[in-house]
């Protein structure tokens, strides 16, 4: 028993369920037709479900050629297989399925010879939905398939029936926010008795300006938080008019609410009772509110509103600034002196302050700026320089104002605005060096340097931190990539093992989680690196995992690549700020060590092949671009073609070994195969050598992709010219024999073709004395008679003429065009060709022939020399029995796409051991044969597309049994019936 062919529809099963376990969605069904043709050895396999649109017709999901994915289509179910797994829960044609469904005129488009379907059902067992497979061939192994199949349509009718559920709640969640988003007000629920807005629409919070995050923290006392004082103290008043109101009673309400920017907007609220709880008390309403600020404020005075629009800067932490160009004193607003780290008091008013904070560098620059504004009267002031902080750390800050003119159009003050933008700064910052690390990565700089530029980078960005990568080989970290740390943190760390007992950093390798050590003085669980840190001067550890960005999902756990840690000399731990940085820095750090590794492999893959390649010994392999250059050229190459390739490398392939017109063919081939990214089969293909000498190669082509660039042509060559003329000349000994063949089977008929000749030559010396005598006599009167007898010898010589025709055909040297032939007229021919001898031994031979026409494409004299051998054979095998047993059986009927023909005898059958050996050559029952003739039949037979077997009957004899293909074939020509005869 072969366990390996047992196991392989297991296997097959198990390499579908672990191709599409971990997908959803849409790439799930891919994933799934993919797995299913692939695994199943099929051409087609189609997920689909049924139309939301079109009652009557399935959308599919998902369809897959072999390994290519196919365009989603909508098609109409009735007259389709689909229709029967719709009905019958499971439709399975193991052939012929297009004369089934003849309407389906996608079947035979694709050429479907099975089909296999299930439905995809629902938990409600309605069927949402059809996987199926189809084949150009039976389908082998059905019921394991179906097993296969019975188990995928389970997991994708969940996986079908999730998206319907989520694309229902969606549509109606969809429809819910649409009608809330078209009401012309703010809309809200609001809980009285728990003091927090339950729920409200887009325009309540874009009224407010509010994200959702800081509405979930103003909602724990949304009240308090919102409201003004003036209208907080009225609350408890408000909240009583809802102990006695009535269900559906509308409750009018104005007050102020805080909105982002500081200041409070009026609103109109318009409210009615949402739910009340078990006793009664109303606890939450619904209602609207409108924005009447305008309205209120426009009784306001100017003074509020430049309060107002006071306290909006300030919201923003937008400092203000005026300098008096007249008396140099400047104001500076409270959120000016905070951006500096300073208190109100803690600055005067006037201009040294501001100069004397400025960057030394950038003093110059910044005094310049000011000084072509107010000469240039400028109304869009604009510089950007650091300014000291009050911990000293430098701050960028981006200025921007307006010139203000006197009544004597002179310039009197400069007014503008003053922003922080430190963050910004070092937000562009970290984004250029990402790109530049990007960027080095994917041009193929060393992964060092990459990584030594993304150490700095982190470095810049965590003040007073000391960055390494540790690569890790083997499961050993390796150190050098950070050279800031001191010589014997490398000591002892490189190559120790990427274990938990080792390090921090050996436990983020080993764990694949971060670990924090704020303090590695104090810490127990390294004591090694207890005792050492001190002696270096490393007070805290941070290590993040860098795990491979293309295993970070499914593959638990995680590969880690490197470990990502850095250092301080205080005792330190991240903030979230640091901690984006860090996600940063290890995702590009994965991206970038990945990335190498995928280069690495890729050339020792490339070096591999071309070593392979290079020391093929009897195939010849050039590799070569689009437009010919030869780039490869292996010592096959050098033996078969003899250029060397130091020689022929850089020049053109067509030019070198093809001649025209097949230096065109090539051209084509080339370019289909660039446009169509497929390549014709192997094919014989006649080159040019050196010296002009042709040869016959057998060529086989593929194409490999190459990233960023068309791809690269490869050729295999086989030299098949001594193949091919050893195969000229056998088909000449063949053409040979099967003529030594014929010629001795009309040794045979010889006497029997003499006798049949005899007849009508005697009939015409007969007929011819007759009229030599009727025309001596002189009697007018028999010219009727002798008119009768002058027909007769023409009829005779007609006879003898077909008898020697015959003859002369069967008997040519070369066998004839291979035609479209009607298979009983050849079997008639032959018959009539040995009729005559076997009638004068006495053998009846009895046709039972096919009513249709059975059309072949055949070599019609090699057929016939089938048959005059095989009823030869048989009236070998009867000739010395009784009268009554000397009868042949000649039948011929179609089974379906093939044409059969038995000769049938009453002889002594076959043994067990002549059948076995029957057909092999020089193997003879007979004391005069020479054992060809079975031998030779086969192999015309075989030529033909057919088959000949030969069996024992029960009731004694034997029978021999040709089959031939009954399709016509375009490229012969249909002889026509009455031309058969001749």
């Given at each position: 028993?072969?366990?390996?062919?047992?196991?392989?529809?297991?296997?097959?099963?198990?390499?579908?369920?672990?191709?599409?376990?971990?997908?959803?969605?849409?790439?799930?069904?891919?994933?799934?037709?993919?797995?299913?043709?692939?695994?199943?050895?099929?051409?087609?396999?189609?997920?689909?479900?049924?139309?939301?649109?079109?009652?009557?017709?399935?959308?599919?999901?998902?369809?897959?050629?072999?390994?290519?994915?196919?365009?989603?289509?909508?098609?109409?179910?009735?007259?389709?297989?689909?229709?029967?797994?719709?009905?019958?829960?499971?439709?399975?044609?193991?052939?012929?399925?297009?004369?089934?469904?003849?309407?389906?005129?996608?079947?035979?488009?694709?050429?479907?010879?099975?089909?296999?379907?299930?439905?995809?059902?629902?938990?409600?067992?309605?069927?949402?939905?059809?996987?199926?497979?189809?084949?150009?061939?039976?389908?082998?192994?059905?019921?394991?398939?179906?097993?296969?199949?019975?188990?995928?349509?389970?997991?994708?009718?969940?996986?079908?029936?999730?998206?319907?559920?989520?694309?229902?709640?969606?549509?109606?969640?969809?429809?819910?926010?649409?009608?809330?988003?078209?009401?012309?007000?703010?809309?809200?629920?609001?809980?009285?008795?728990?003091?927090?807005?339950?729920?409200?629409?887009?325009?309540?919070?874009?009224?407010?300006?509010?994200?959702?995050?800081?509405?979930?923290?103003?909602?724990?006392?949304?009240?308090?938080?919102?409201?003004?004082?003036?209208?907080?103290?009225?609350?408890?008043?408000?909240?009583?008019?809802?102990?006695?109101?009535?269900?559906?009673?509308?409750?009018?309400?104005?007050?102020?609410?805080?909105?982002?920017?500081?200041?409070?907007?009026?609103?109109?609220?318009?409210?009615?009772?949402?739910?009340?709880?078990?006793?009664?008390?109303?606890?939450?309403?619904?209602?609207?509110?409108?924005?009447?600020?305008?309205?209120?404020?426009?009784?306001?005075?100017?003074?509020?509103?430049?309060?107002?629009?006071?306290?909006?800067?300030?919201?923003?932490?937008?400092?203000?600034?005026?300098?008096?160009?007249?008396?140099?004193?400047?104001?500076?607003?409270?959120?000016?002196?905070?951006?500096?780290?300073?208190?109100?008091?803690?600055?005067?008013?006037?201009?040294?302050?501001?100069?004397?904070?400025?960057?030394?560098?950038?003093?110059?620059?910044?005094?310049?700026?000011?000084?072509?504004?107010?000469?240039?009267?400028?109304?869009?002031?604009?510089?950007?320089?650091?300014?000291?902080?009050?911990?000293?750390?430098?701050?960028?800050?981006?200025?921007?104002?307006?010139?203000?003119?006197?009544?004597?159009?002179?310039?009197?003050?400069?007014?503008?605005?003053?922003?922080?933008?430190?963050?910004?700064?070092?937000?562009?910052?970290?984004?250029?060096?990402?790109?530049?690390?990007?960027?080095?990565?994917?041009?193929?700089?060393?992964?060092?340097?990459?990584?030594?530029?993304?150490?700095?980078?982190?470095?810049?960005?965590?003040?007073?931190?000391?960055?390494?990568?540790?690569?890790?080989?083997?499961?050993?970290?390796?150190?050098?990539?950070?050279?800031?740390?001191?010589?014997?943190?490398?000591?002892?760390?490189?190559?120790?093992?990427?274990?938990?007992?080792?390090?921090?950093?050996?436990?983020?390798?080993?764990?694949?989680?971060?670990?924090?050590?704020?303090?590695?003085?104090?810490?127990?669980?390294?004591?090694?690196?207890?005792?050492?840190?001190?002696?270096?001067?490393?007070?805290?550890?941070?290590?993040?995992?860098?795990?491979?960005?293309?295993?970070?999902?499914?593959?638990?756990?995680?590969?880690?690549?490197?470990?990502?840690?850095?250092?301080?000399?205080?005792?330190?731990?991240?903030?979230?700020?640091?901690?984006?940085?860090?996600?940063?820095?290890?995702?590009?750090?994965?991206?970038?060590?990945?990335?190498?590794?995928?280069?690495?492999?890729?050339?020792?893959?490339?070096?591999?092949?071309?070593?392979?390649?290079?020391?093929?010994?009897?195939?010849?392999?050039?590799?070569?671009?689009?437009?010919?250059?030869?780039?490869?050229?292996?010592?096959?190459?050098?033996?078969?073609?003899?250029?060397?390739?130091?020689?022929?490398?850089?020049?053109?392939?067509?030019?070198?070994?093809?001649?025209?017109?097949?230096?065109?063919?090539?051209?084509?081939?080339?370019?289909?195969?660039?446009?169509?990214?497929?390549?014709?089969?192997?094919?014989?293909?006649?080159?040019?050598?050196?010296?002009?000498?042709?040869?016959?190669?057998?060529?086989?082509?593929?194409?490999?992709?190459?990233?960023?660039?068309?791809?690269?042509?490869?050729?295999?060559?086989?030299?098949?010219?001594?193949?091919?003329?050893?195969?000229?000349?056998?088909?000449?000994?063949?053409?040979?024999?099967?003529?030594?063949?014929?010629?001795?089977?009309?040794?045979?008929?010889?006497?029997?073709?003499?006798?049949?000749?005899?007849?009508?030559?005697?009939?015409?010396?007969?007929?011819?004395?007759?009229?030599?005598?009727?025309?001596?006599?002189?009697?007018?009167?028999?010219?009727?008679?002798?008119?009768?007898?002058?027909?007769?010898?023409?009829?005779?010589?007609?006879?003898?003429?077909?008898?020697?025709?015959?003859?002369?055909?069967?008997?040519?040297?070369?066998?004839?065009?291979?035609?479209?032939?009607?298979?009983?007229?050849?079997?008639?021919?032959?018959?009539?060709?040995?009729?005559?001898e076997f009638r004068g031994l006495g053998i009846r031979i009895e046709l039972n022939l096919s009513p249709e026409h059975l059309m072949v494409a055949c070599d019609?004299?090699?057929?016939?020399?089938?048959?005059?051998?095989?009823?030869?054979?048989?009236?070998?095998?009867?000739?010395?029995?009784?009268?009554?047993?000397?009868?042949?059986?000649?039948?011929?009927?179609?089974?379906?796409?093939?044409?059969?023909?038995?000769?049938?005898?009453?002889?002594?059958?076959?043994?067990?051991?002549?059948?076995?050996?029957?057909?092999?050559?020089?193997?003879?029952?007979?004391?005069?044969?020479?054992?060809?003739?079975?031998?030779?039949?086969?192999?015309?037979?075989?030529?033909?597309?057919?088959?000949?077997?030969?069996?024992?009957?029960?009731?004694?004899?034997?029978?021999?049994?040709?089959?031939?293909?009954?399709?016509?074939?375009?490229?012969?020509?249909?002889?026509?019936?009455?031309?058969?005869?001749?």
């Amino acid at each position: 028993m072969d366990l390996n062919v047992e196991s392989r529809p297991a296997d097959a099963f198990r390499r579908v369920c672990e191709e599409i376990a971990p997908m959803t969605g849409d790439d799930f069904f891919q994933t799934l037709v993919q797995a299913l043709c692939r695994n199943c050895d099929v051409d087609w396999a189609v997920v689909s479900e049924l139309s939301r649109h079109i009652p009557g017709n399935a959308d599919t999901l998902a369809i897959c050629h072999r390994d290519e994915f196919i365009a989603n289509l909508t098609y109409e179910l009735a007259g389709t297989p689909c229709a029967n797994v719709m009905h019958e829960s499971f439709c399975h044609f193991v052939q012929g399925v297009q004369g089934e469904f003849p309407e389906d005129a996608q079947l035979a488009k694709m050429g479907i010879e099975s089909y296999m379907g299930m439905p995809l059902l629902a938990r409600d067992s309605t069927t949402i939905g059809i996987v199926s497979i189809m084949h150009s061939a039976v389908m082998d192994d059905p019921e394991q398939i179906r097993s296969i199949l019975a188990i995928v349509a389970a997991r994708a009718a969940a996986e079908l029936e999730r998206q319907h559920t989520e694309r229902a709640l969606r549509e109606q969640q969809h429809l819910t926010q649409a009608i809330v988003d078209t009401l012309p007000h703010c809309m809200y629920i609001f809980d009285i008795i728990h003091g927090k807005t339950v729920w409200s629409n887009w325009k309540a919070k874009q009224a407010l300006g509010y994200s959702d995050a800081e509405l979930a923290i103003i909602e724990e006392n949304v009240q308090a938080s919102l409201m003004h004082p003036e209208d907080y103290e009225r609350l408890p008043e408000m909240l009583a008019r809802w102990n006695t109101v009535r269900d559906g009673e509308v409750l009018e309400t104005r007050l102020r609410q805080r909105h982002r920017d500081g200041t409070y907007r009026w609103f109109a609220c318009h409210d009615t009772v949402f739910l009340r709880n078990p006793e009664g008390r109303v606890q939450q309403l619904i209602g609207t509110m409108q924005d009447i600020t305008e309205q209120m404020q426009a009784l306001e005075s100017l003074a509020a509103s430049q309060q107002r629009q006071r306290l909006i800067l300030d919201s923003a932490n937008v400092g203000t600034w005026e300098w008096d160009l007249r008396t140099n004193d400047v104001s500076l607003s409270a959120v000016w002196k905070q951006q500096l780290g300073y208190e109100d008091h803690e600055i005067s008013g006037r201009y040294h302050e501001w100069e004397s904070r400025v960057h030394p560098d950038d003093l110059p620059y910044a005094l310049a700026q000011i000084e072509l504004a107010v000469e240039n009267r400028a109304t869009d002031y604009r510089s950007e320089f650091r300014m000291r902080h009050k911990n000293g750390t430098w701050r960028y800050i981006f200025s921007r104002g307006t010139v203000e003119n006197g009544v004597d159009d002179k310039p009197i003050s400069l007014i503008g605005v003053h922003l922080d933008v430190t963050d910004r700064y070092y937000a562009d910052q970290a984004l250029r060096l990402q790109n530049r690390v990007l960027d080095r990565a994917f041009a193929g700089e060393p992964l060092r340097d990459v990584l030594e530029d993304l150490t700095l980078f982190v470095e810049r960005q965590i003040a007073g931190s000391v960055c390494i990568v540790l690569l890790i080989e083997n499961e050993t970290m390796r150190t050098g990539i950070g050279q800031r740390l001191p010589p014997d943190f490398h000591v002892a760390f490189d190559r120790s093992p990427a274990k938990q007992t080792t390090c921090p950093c050996g436990t983020a390798a080993e764990t694949t989680q971060p670990v924090i050590v704020p303090d590695l003085w104090q810490q127990t669980r390294w004591p090694s690196i207890a005792e050492l840190a001190p002696s270096i001067e490393l007070r805290s550890c941070w290590a993040f995992p860098v795990v491979a960005p293309s295993g970070q999902e499914g593959q638990t756990p995680p590969q880690v690549l490197a470990i990502f840690s850095i250092y301080h000399r205080v005792v330190a731990s991240p903030t979230e700020d640091d901690l984006r940085v860090i996600s940063s820095a290890t995702a590009l750090a994965g991206l970038a060590i990945e990335r190498e590794q995928a280069s690495q492999e890729r050339r020792e893959a490339e070096t591999r092949l071309r070593s392979l390649l290079e020391n093929l010994e009897n195939v010849a392999v050039q590799a070569y671009e689009p437009d010919g250059t030869i780039t490869f050229w292996n010592r096959a190459s050098e033996r078969l073609y003899g250029h060397a390739a130091s020689d022929i490398i850089g020049q053109n392939l067509l030019e070198k070994l093809h001649e025209e017109p097949g230096r065109t063919i090539e051209r084509k081939l080339m370019d289909e195969a660039l446009r169509s990214n497929t390549l014709p089969p192997a094919a014989e293909v006649e080159v040019v050598g050196p010296g002009g000498e042709r040869r016959v190669v057998l060529a086989s082509r593929v194409l490999h992709p190459r990233s960023g660039q068309p791809p690269e042509f490869y050729c295999f060559d086989v030299d098949v010219t001594d193949r091919k003329k050893a195969e000229e000349q056998l088909a000449a000994r063949q053409a040979e024999l099967l003529h030594a063949a014929r010629l001795s089977t009309v040794g045979e008929m010889i006497a029997a073709i003499s006798h049949e000749v005899a007849q009508p030559l005697s009939a015409i010396g007969n007929f011819a004395a007759a009229c030599m005598a009727t025309l001596k006599s002189g009697d007018k009167d028999q010219l009727e008679r002798l008119t009768e007898y002058v027909e007769q010898i023409q009829l005779q010589d007609r006879r003898c003429g077909d008898i020697l025709h015959r003859l002369r055909d069967f008997c040519r040297r070369q066998s004839g065009p291979r035609s479209q032939w009607d298979l009983n007229q050849i079997l008639e021919f032959a018959v009539e060709l040995v009729g005559n001898e076997f009638r004068g031994l006495g053998i009846r031979i009895e046709l039972n022939l096919s009513p249709e026409h059975l059309m072949v494409a055949c070599d019609r004299i090699q057929i016939e020399q089938v048959i005059v051998n095989l009823l030869i054979n048989a009236r070998d095998a009867i000739r010395e029995l009784p009268v009554d047993r000397k009868l042949i059986r000649v039948a011929s009927r179609a089974v379906q796409q093939e044409c059969v023909i038995e000769i049938t005898d009453r002889g002594p059958g076959l043994t067990t051991a002549s059948q076995a050996r029957l057909f092999e050559p020089f193997f003879t029952t007979k004391s005069s044969g020479m054992g060809l003739g079975l031998s030779l039949s086969r192999t015309m037979i075989q030529d033909h597309g057919g088959r000949i077997t030969a069996e024992t009957l029960v009731e004694g004899g034997a029978c021999f049994r040709v089959t031939l293909p009954r399709k016509m074939e375009s490229n012969h020509d249909t002889v026509p019936l009455d031309l058969c005869r001749r």
